[in-house]
């Protein structure tokens, strides 16, 4: 039994497997003068989560325990701070936490405690629970393909098309008027229903074996970007979101040929609001490859590790 003023909430205490995840109660959290309490109804797992639970970025999380997990998230706005004007009680919103400094609420949680202005309101067309899976995959892929200024019929691949962060950037990419085409390793099926016209399995063909030229390439997966980059046409330009692309990235400011650019996604409230509104319309939607609850959350983390990409892991708290 949880008592009035305590939550539920994802914890671990130190760093490791999926099992150091756990559910306990901890103090419902309240609003400073900037900040808003939603009521969670669903967080995606993201590759940052993965990332953060193994000790891999002790660095920006800080060094205390516990620490929470999540970091977007879908809800009804709970209670708002004094200088904050606009979100109303029961409004459906969505946000990006972005990295949090120690001692703040995670998404993984009844309630999460968000500044004003990385909340945003969110999509009417899809429940709440499906909404979860686009704030941060969405702001990922709307600040990698923007400042690359696509044009009308430019040829795009992304290179892990099948991923939920790479299935977001397919569709993007195609609301912004390119051509895409993805590489997978399964499920093909996800990049097809993103809107990839072609799809090509890296287990079948090797980079140099993709017929063609790009315009631009967007590599979500940290496989052999630089393989990739020699796809790209003259004057083409490449972004990298996945981490594990780093030693590539520095590889390409020391050799011929265009520098790839590193992106991650920031809270952007502007952004947020330009995703409803595609998804609104139609044109965004959400790919989801598994739900859990909050009780199975290191199976979450699980999966998302052990299993081929195919779409956002969901884990639903209400």
Do not use: C
């Amino acid at each position: 039994m949880v008592a009035q003023n305590t939550m539920r909430a994802v914890q671990f205490r130190s760093y490791g497997a999926p099992e150091v995840l756990e559910v306990g109660a901890v103090e419902i959290p309240s609003p400073g003068p900037k900040e808003v309490v939603v009521e969670v109804a669903a967080f995606s797992v993201n590759a940052v989560d993965l990332l953060t639970r193994r000790g891999k970025m002790r660095l920006l999380d800080g060094m205390g325990f516990p620490k929470g997990t999540g970091m977007d998230f879908a809800g009804l706005v709970h209670a708002v701070g004094d200088q904050v004007g606009k979100p109303v009680l029961g409004r459906r919103v969505w946000g990006y936490l972005g990295m949090m400094p120690p001692g703040r609420t995670a998404a993984g949680a009844q309630y999460v405690r968000v500044r004003s202005d990385r909340l945003a309101p969110a999509p009417d067309g899809v429940p709440l629970a499906e909404a979860a899976a686009l704030p941060l995959a969405g702001l990922t892929a709307v600040q990698a393909l923007r400042p690359l200024e696509l044009r009308r019929g430019n040829r795009v691949l992304v290179v892990g098309g099948n991923g939920g962060v790479g299935s977001t950037v397919v569709q993007v990419a195609r609301i912004m008027g390119a051509e895409v085409d993805a590489v997978v390793g399964v499920r093909s099926d996800v990049a097809v229903s993103a809107g990839a016209q072609q799809v090509f399995n890296y287990h079948d063909l090797k980079p140099s074996d993709i017929p063609g030229r790009y315009d631009v390439v967007i590599d979500t997966a940290g496989a052999d970007a630089l393989a990739y980059r020699r796809l790209l046409k003259p004057g083409g330009r490449m972004t990298a979101i996945a981490p594990g692309a780093f030693w590539d990235i520095v590889t390409s400011m020391l050799s011929p040929g265009p520098m790839i650019r590193m992106v991650s996604g920031k809270p952007s409230v502007k952004d947020l609001v330009w995703l409803a509104a595609r998804v609104d319309s139609g044109e965004l939607k959400p790919l989801i490859a598994s739900t859990y609850p909050l009780d199975r959350i290191a199976d979450a983390h699980r999966d998302a590790e052990s299993l081929s990409a195919a779409g956002k892991r969901i884990v639903l708290v209400q």
